[in-house]
Every structure is written in structure tokens, then in C-alpha cells.
């Protein structure tokens, strides 16, 4: 386990350079076992899901070679076999696995996948799904058994734009005999990204990015290559950090599109920023404005981004209206927040910010990836030392955050306890 350790108040100036995308990355890994050759992923960021990822492969006898920002997945070996519960618990992610066996092998067991404690996180999308293209589907306790003598192409519309099945779904049904259509489908940047990887070795993929995609099965896929997308999230987070301690901040190598409605937000909360091609400049925003922010599926406000934001909400003048609607379980933060100084009042998937209220640094616990980059938001801003237990959350999804911090003038460091 680690904690870091934070003294706040310090102001950030510099340039911070946005990483490959997690959610995006996450699923171009497993796809890549489906081609018959090599898959060279570049852009690839340095967080410890990408490791898991790589532990499944090497269990399935998968080539990978690593250099920095760089994988080369080679498959020509793979061997199909049972995928235990220690590794597929390690992240979400290992449900792509599931598509991509399938699609490969006609057939995949493993376990339930794990991932970030924001809700009860069902995969019954994913699994409805696979048997719409014909899969039979067998489960023992938290133990799927998934396999068809042929997948099939469906039509097949999601309940709900679940990013996790559109993908699980399209990667399956790449490989499937006639067409699928996915209906309902999410929308994210990401999808766009992963469908063209998969398009790169041969599918044959039209309407990602869109709510309705095409999916024309291929019976092989071939070597490939692909760039990991900016992270959004990622390049949100220290956006948000800029507006609370920027002294010419610069967040560069980001993608301003993939952030318009945070920024938008941003603009309406009376925060001082300069947009260039791929870059943004902040600096500390005084008379911050309080407003409502409420996530949504894409393109709505992006819930991955909404624990992060609340910090600056508690330095907003006034009351200001939060609601998470895809996760039940994602105010793991406002305890410790309060206990720094704020005041919001939650309620399930509800808060009420009144600020601005100083903070001050406490011991306090990261409870999940992005409740511990709020903390770590929170801790940068608070007058004291800030410790946050339970950190390895946090390196799940930013890479070299403390390099990328202290370099911009942070005063934080992270520890082995
Ligand atoms: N859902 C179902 N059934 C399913 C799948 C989803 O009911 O079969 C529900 C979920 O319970 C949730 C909603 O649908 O209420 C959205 O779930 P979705 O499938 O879209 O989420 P996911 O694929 O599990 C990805 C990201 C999350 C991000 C969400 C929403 C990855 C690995 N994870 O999760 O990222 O919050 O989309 O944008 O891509 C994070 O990075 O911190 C993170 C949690």
C-alpha cells in the first residue's frame, strides 16, 4: 500500500503533457489478442492497469514487448485457458477479454472483473449482448463460462449507452458471421479510438462515435497499429487543478473537444483560462461563481470528471448542486472533504456545496481512482499537510503523478508503507 503525502498552498507553473487514454487503452489491449500478428499500441500511458492487462496476456501465453509508451502484442501463440479471479479482479477492463476470446476462440471462462467500488456495476448488458450473437452462457458462483459454435451477427440495442458493452460488443461481433448492429451505442472518444484499432486489422466498423454502429464480421484480423488518444479525464483533472492554484499553467498534448463541456462549465464558474490548438493556460480564479454540475453519458458532463470538480465547488461563491447519475456509490470523497474544512451536504447521489471554505490538510483515505485525484486536488489547495491512504488507487489511472505535479511546483511525494 502507498499514501502520499502533500503540502499544499503551493502555486503550479509549468507545463503538465496529457498521457495516453486509460479507458481507451484498457480495451485496445485486449483486442489486440485477436489479430493473427503483431499490434503495436504507441502513446501508451504508465498506470498499473495497463500491468494487469499484461499479466492476462503473459497467462495466455501472449507475446508483449514493452518500451516506453509502447507495447507490441503478439498473439501468433495464444493459448485460450481459464483467466482466475486474482487477475480478472484487478480492473474492469479484464471484461474485454471476454469479447475478445470469444471472438477469437468461440469460447472464454473467467471471473467476474473488478474495478473502482462506485456501484454495483452489473455486466448483464455485456452478457445479453454475446448471446444476441449467439453465445450460450453458463455460470458457476462469479464464474462465466461463455462459448458458440458460431457467433452470428444481431441487432442488438442497449438498454442503457453502456461504454464497457458497446465495446465488449463490437469487438465480439467484428468477428461474428453478417452484420451487427449495436443500437443505443455510448459515444465517448474512446470508442472511436478502439473502433479504429480494430478497423486497422481488418474489421470492418462504421458509425463509432455515434449511437448507432455498424459491425460487418470479417473471419480474420491481421497485424495493426494504433495511437492511444489523450486522456480526458486525465487532462481535466489538471485543468481543475489549474483553476484552483494555476500561475500560467500550461496542460498540453490534450484534445480541447473532448473537454468542451467541463470547459464550458469552467467559463460559466468565472475561470480564468486561454485556449490554444492543443493546449490550455490557467491561472487561480478568484469570486469563483457556485453552479449545478450534473454527470451524464456522453456528451453530458462526464462523471469520471465530477469528484474532481466538487473540489472546486467548495471554493465556488454559494451553494452549488451536484448529482451523479451513473454511479450509485461515487461520493466516497465528501467525507474526507468535509473533514478538510468543506461543507457539503450529501445524500446518495446528491450534494449541496456551500463555499468557499478553506481547507486544511488531514489523514484521509482514497476510496476509489478518481475520489483519490479529488483528494489529491483538495490537498494541493489546503493549508498543512495532507496524507492520503490507500494510494495505489490513484496510480490506476495517473501516470507519474507526483513527477508530473512536483514539476509544476507541488510539494508532494509518494510512500511505500
Ligand atoms: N451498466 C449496467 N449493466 C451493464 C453495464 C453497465 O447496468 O452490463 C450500468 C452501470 O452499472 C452504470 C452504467 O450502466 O450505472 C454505466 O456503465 P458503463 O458500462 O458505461 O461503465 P463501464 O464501462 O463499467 C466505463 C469507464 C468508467 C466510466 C464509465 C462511464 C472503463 C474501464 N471504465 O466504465 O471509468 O465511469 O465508463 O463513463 O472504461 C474511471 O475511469 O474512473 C471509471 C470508472
Redesign the pocket.
Known amino acids: 500500500m502507498k499514501k502520499i503525502i502533500i503540502e499544499g498552498n503551493h502555486p503550479l507553473s509549468g507545463k503538465i503533457k496529457i498521457g495516453g487514454a ?2 481507451s487503452v ?2 485496445l489491449i485486449p483486442a489486440a489478442i485477436m489479430a493473427k500478428g503483431k499490434v503495436k499500441i504507441s502513446n501508451v500511458p504508465n498506470i498499473s492497469d495497463k500491468d494487469a492487462l499484461i499479466e492476462i496476456l503473459k497467462l495466455l501465453n501472449v507475446d508483449v514487448k514493452k518500451s516506453t509508451g509502447i507495447i507490441e502484442i503478439d498473439a501468433s501463440n495464444i493459448k485460450n485457458c481459464l483467466i482466475p479471479e486474482s487477475l480478472s479482479n484487478k ?3 479484464s471484461y474485454y477479454f471476454m469479447g475478445a476470446l470469444l471472438a477469437r476462440f468461440k469460447k472464454v471462462e473467467m471471473y467476474f472483473p473488478g ?2 467500488n ?10 445479453k449482448g454475446f448471446e444476441a450473437l449467439g453465445a450460450k452462457i453458463t455460470k458457476e458462483d462469479s464464474k462465466y463460462l461463455i462459448e458458440a459454435s458460431e457467433l452470428k451477427g444481431a441487432d442488438i440495442m442497449l438498454d ?6 458497446t465495446v465488449n460488443l463490437m469487438i465480439a461481433a467484428s468477428m461474428a458471421k453478417g452484420t451487427t448492429h449495436i443500437m443505443n451505442a ?1 459515444r ?1 472518444a ?1 470508442i472511436i479510438n478502439i473502433a479504429e484499432l480494430l478497423n486497422n486489422m481488418g474489421a470492418k466498423i462504421t458509425g463509432a462515435g455515434t449511437e448507432e454502429i455498424t459491425i460487418e464480421g470479417v473471419s480474420e484480423l491481421h497485424e495493426a497499429e494504433i495511437k492511444v488518444i489523450p486522456d480526458r ?1 486525465e487532462a481535466g483533472t489538471y485543468i481543475i487543478m489549474g483553476a484552483l492554484l494555476g500561475d500560467n499553467l500550461t496542460i498540453e498534448g490534450m484534445i480541447p473537444e473532448h473537454n468542451i463541456v467541463l470547459l464550458n462549465k469552467l467559463q460559466e464558474m468565472g475561470v480564468n483560462f486561454k485556449l490554444q490548438n492543443h493546449k490550455i493556460i490557467l491561472n487561480k480564479s478568484n469570486n469563483l461563481k457556485a453552479t449545478s454540475v450534473r454527470t451524464a ?2 456528451p453530458g458532463f ?3 470528471l465530477g469528484q474532481p470538480i466538487s473540489v472546486l465547488l467548495t471554493q465556488a461563491n454559494g451553494i452549488s448542486l451536484f448529482e451523479e447519475t ?3 456509490n461515487r461520493m466516497g470523497h465528501v467525507k474526507y472533504l468535509n473533514m478538510m474544512g468543506a461543507n457539503i451536504e450529501a445524500e446518495r447521489q446528491h450534494a449541496r456545496i456551500t463555499g468557499p471554505t478553506p481547507l486544511h490538510g488531514e489523514n484521509i483515505i482514497a476510496t ?3 475520489a483519490g485525484a479529488a483528494l489529491v486536488t483538495a490537498g494541493l489547495i489546503a493549508e498543512g499537510t495532507t496524507v492520503i491512504n490507500d494510494a495505489d488507487h490513484i496510480l490506476r ?1 495517473y501516470e507519474r503523478i507526483i513527477s508530473k505535479l512536483s514539476s509544476v511546483g507541488a510539494n508532494i511525494k509518494i510512500v511505500e508503507v
Open positions: 486509460k479507458n484498457v480495451a480492473l474492469r477492463a474495478g473502482c462506485i456501484g454495483s456495476r452489473p455486466i448483464n448488458l455485456h452478457l442503457f449507452a453502456s461504454v464497457g458493452a455510448a465517448e474512446e479525464i453519458v456522453y462526464p462523471t469520471d451513473i454511479w450509485e476509489d481512482l478518481r489511472g
